[in-house]
């Protein structure tokens, strides 16, 4: 070394050089092709794997690699799913009924009078009397509910506060308990909107964002949360979404059955004190309003489609009430079963019907009386849409505002006429 010229030992510095450049490349390479991949590079392999095989599912033992890449995915999902629970768990509240119940005190009697003869034998003789005794506050319902503003707006079931006499509170996530009042009990859906009484806390309350409802499709994630029982607060249940747009008739509150219709079908478990919580999509955000079970199945449960609900949750936050418009008919939606039962014309359409006990068709005084539609009438489209099974007329009048003036195509004895109306205040 003490021999090298200057020259051989620049020479030297830049084969050393090279030769560790080298390695490193080489070293870096290696550790980038053993690295993990991300997550959904991982779920987008493992579904294309799927996809590729012809009868939709694995028949062959996972090689190592590939058992770990499904394991990453279901980490995955699980994770994801705990994330929303754990950021939503603080909106999702039970809402809880209380009234004031007279205390029923019983006391025994002797009927016979103490002198009379009947009395001397029979002393002990003794009938039960009831008396009331003051009154005591119970809690007589619950149910669930949620945020869905910072400033303590919550939205919930009409049917979990629909007895105007009660008084209502919420039971939050840790357990601090606040009054609410009832700003309005919606007359159309299943709904209420509720405000938490006083101050909200520092930095508000936690709202649940809203999601599309009509972006949401079968076999989709669905995340239930609520009261389940009325006794276990705050219970997760998962599943999917099973079914769109159907109409049931939902029995159980203190005012009647009532007919829900588009609402969305699940097979996550919805038990009875769930009714007001949100169901949830991946992204955390409420799709539905969890409304009622089918009685004698499982895991049948459905919810109100938060779209339908979004209008009038603002008209309530704004103007303290609910306003829907109506035309005043009784009628049945046209299918084709029911065009040749019937022996209808079309096989779409409204068909104007007297009511089940007798009711009248149209009603009086309403928009459709004083138009001029009758019973028998076949309303074809409203505004310009068809309507079908995609577009029931009660949901294109529930697209519209009080005061709107909508022309209707109707079929009347064989020809078509156009009708035009002003959309009144359903009462």
């Known amino acids: 070394m003490e021999n090298m010229t200057k020259h051989q030992l620049v020479l030297l510095v830049l084969l050393v050089s090279f030769v560790t450049a080298l390695v490193t490349g080489i070293v870096a390479v290696t550790l980038m092709d053993r690295a993990p991949q991300p997550i959904t590079q991982t779920i987008q392999r493992v579904v294309e794997r799927v996809v590729d095989k012809s009868v939709g599912v694995i028949t062959e033992p996972l090689k ?52 009379d003869l009947f009395g001397q034998f029979f002393q002990e003789f003794r009938i039960p009397q009831y008396r009331q005794k003051g009154l005591e506050q119970r809690q007589i319902s619950s149910g669930s509910g949620f945020f869905v503003s910072s400033d303590g707006f919550l939205l919930t079931n009409r049917h979990v506060v629909e007895d105007p006499s009660a008084e209502y509170s919420i039971i939050m996530n840790d357990q601090k308990k606040l009054k609410v009042k009832v700003v309005a009990r919606d007359s159309v859906n299943d709904m209420a909107v509720l405000k ?10 936690t709202p649940i964002s809203l999601g599309d409802s009509d972006a949401v499709s079968i076999g989709q994630t669905a995340i239930a949360i609520g009261n389940a029982l009325g006794e276990f607060q705050n219970t997760v ?50 799709i539905g309003l969890n409304t009622a079970i ?54 779409y359409g409204a068909l104007v019907v007297v009511g089940q006990s007798g009711e009248p068709a149209v ?45 209707l195509k109707i079929l009347r004895s064989g020809k078509e006429v156009n009708i035009e109306l002003a959309l009144e205040e359903r009462k």
């Open 294 to 347: 089918a009685q004698g199945a499982e895991n049948i449960g459905f919810a109100i489609p938060i779209n339908q609900l979004k209008r009038a949750l603002e008209e309530a936050k704004t103007s303290g009430k609910i306003v829907y418009p109506y035309i005043g008919v009784r009628y049945v939606l046209i299918t084709a079963e029911l065009k040749e039962k019937a022996k209808l014309p079309v096989n």
């Open 64 to 115: 190592k690699d590939e058992k770990r890449e499904l394991e990453t995915a279901a980490l995955a999902r699980d994770l994801l799913i705990a994330d929303i629970v754990r950021r939503v768990s603080p909106a999702v509240v039970s809402v809880v009924a209380t009234k004031d119940i007279p205390v029923i005190e019983q006391y025994f009697i002797n009927p016979f009078p103490e002198d």
């Open 196 to 205: 938490a009484s006083g101050a909200p806390p520092t930095g508000g309350f």
């Open 237 to 286: 249940s998962v599943g999917v979404i099973s079914g769109l747009r159907r109409t049931l008739v939902a029995s159980g509150a203190a005012s009647g059955p009532e007919e829900l219709s588009e609402v969305l079908q699940t097979d996550a478990a919805i038990n009875p004190g769930n009714s007001g919580g949100p169901i949830l999509n991946l992204k955390g955000e409420v």
């Open 363 to 407: 009603l009086l005084n309403s928009p459709a009386s004083k138009a001029g539609i009758k019973e028998e009438d076949i309303i074809l489209e409203f505004g310009g849409i068809k309507i079908d099974r995609n577009n029931p007329l009660n949901k294109l009048i529930l697209q519209r505002r009080v005061g709107d003036k909508v022309t």
